[in-house]
């Protein structure tokens, strides 16, 4: 306990002091003329909590209530992946915080802070095309005309396409199993149903299921794929037949309570943990030794990773 206690201040002790000495338009200056020629340097990937505990993390109490105020963007580490890097960011306010219409003004300035680091870095002549946003943030800027691009959306759902094809080819779903995208309509959701559409490798029947549909009835097992909202999954406890699989996308991912009530239907549950890469520092809790979907510059040449849940 200790031991970790004194990890976690000396993380969030040199995040403090690499963001007080780097985290300066004239670094990024400075980076860009090298990254120009040497193009180590891919993309940004900012970061929101969901939960307190995981901004406290990579930053001290303080830092956190100041950022509440300014919304800048603080430096939290480096992805590597694929002998690229991107340059992870942070902001300590929640979903709740950056769904409010009153906030749009801290919201378009953290954007446009992001999207001018992209600028001195020279990551794209389109920058958006090499930021990433975790979350329900690319969601909340299309809503709001910030920015109708969502790269991130776009991977994510063609890896979660990657990941439910990895599982029909080691045999934890068949070919006769019906699909059922959770979430259909969402931001995420819409994109999932239309690359299974588009993919010749995956011939399954598809249905596309919203809140407001009515459930199909299966009397076969099914896989269906969560890409609704955190904690949603519990709702088609009832619904869902004995046999199936869930396949979740959503973080958190259910809790291990969750999780046993559906084995108790023998219903196995994977969690998409993400793909393969490195952060430094680590990130934290589900996200533990790979890098959400929602980081991916590319889904090409990437590993999904894919846990298994209760076992």
């Given at each position: ?6 990890k976690s201040?000396?993380?969030r ?8 000495l780097?985290?300066r338009?004239?670094?990024f200056k400075f ?6 020629k040497k193009q ?9 909590p969901?939960?307190?505990?995981y901004g406290?993390?990579?930053a ?9 105020k300014?919304w800048?963007p603080?430096?939290s ?5 694929k002998k ?5 960011f942070?902001?300590s306010s929640d979903?709740?915080?950056i769904?409010?219409?009153s ?8 954007y ?14 389109n920058?958006r ?26 991977i994510?759902a063609e890896?979660?396409?990657l ?14 199993m019906?699909?059922v995208v ?7 959701g819409?994109r999932?149903?239309?690359?299974i559409?588009?993919d010749e490798?995956?011939?399954n ?6 809140v ?5 009835g ?6 269906a794929?969560?890409v609704?909202l955190q904690s949603a ?13 869930i396949?979740?996308?959503v973080?958190?991912?259910?809790n291990?309570e ?14 998409f ?7 430094y520092?680590n990130?934290?809790?589900a ?11 590319s ?13």
């Amino acid at each position: 306990m200790k031991k970790n206690l004194v990890k976690s201040f000396f993380r969030r002790l040199i995040l403090e002091i690499l963001d007080f000495l780097f985290n300066r338009n004239w670094f990024f200056k400075f980076l860009g003329k090298v990254n120009r020629k040497k193009q180590f340097i891919t993309g940004l990937f900012l970061m929101h909590p969901q939960e307190r505990k995981y901004g406290l993390y990579f930053a001290f109490s303080a830092r956190l209530k100041r950022n509440q105020k300014t919304w800048d963007p603080f430096f939290s580490g480096i992805i590597v992946s694929k002998k690229k890097m991107s340059l992870m960011f942070s902001v300590s306010s929640d979903g709740r915080q950056i769904i409010r219409k009153s906030n749009q003004d801290k919201l378009l300035h953290l954007y446009q802070k992001l999207f001018k680091i992209a600028n001195y870095l020279g990551l794209s002549d389109n920058p958006r095309q090499a930021i990433r946003f975790a979350g329900i943030i690319p969601g909340i800027l299309a809503r709001r005309g910030i920015s109708v691009e969502s790269p991130e959306a776009e991977i994510s759902a063609e890896l979660v396409v990657l990941g439910i094809k990895n599982l029909l080819e080691e045999g934890k779903a068949n070919l006769r199993m019906p699909i059922v995208v959770l979430g259909a309509k969402g931001f995420v959701g819409q994109r999932v149903c239309k690359k299974i559409k588009e993919d010749e490798g995956i011939g399954n029947p598809l249905f596309a299921i919203d809140v407001q549909n009515t459930w199909p009835g299966f009397n076969i097992p099914i896989a269906a794929v969560d890409v609704t909202l955190q904690s949603a999954i519990i709702n088609y406890l009832e619904l869902i037949p004995k046999g199936s699989i869930i396949i979740n996308e959503v973080y958190p991912p259910p809790n291990l309570e969750v999780v046993a009530l559906f084995e108790k239907k023998d219903i196995s549950v994977y969690h998409f943990s993400g793909f393969d890469g490195k952060a430094y520092p680590n990130l934290p809790f589900a996200y533990n030794r790979c890098i959400p979907f929602c980081a991916a510059m590319s889904s090409e040449g990437v590993k999904v990773i894919i846990r298994r849940m209760g076992v």
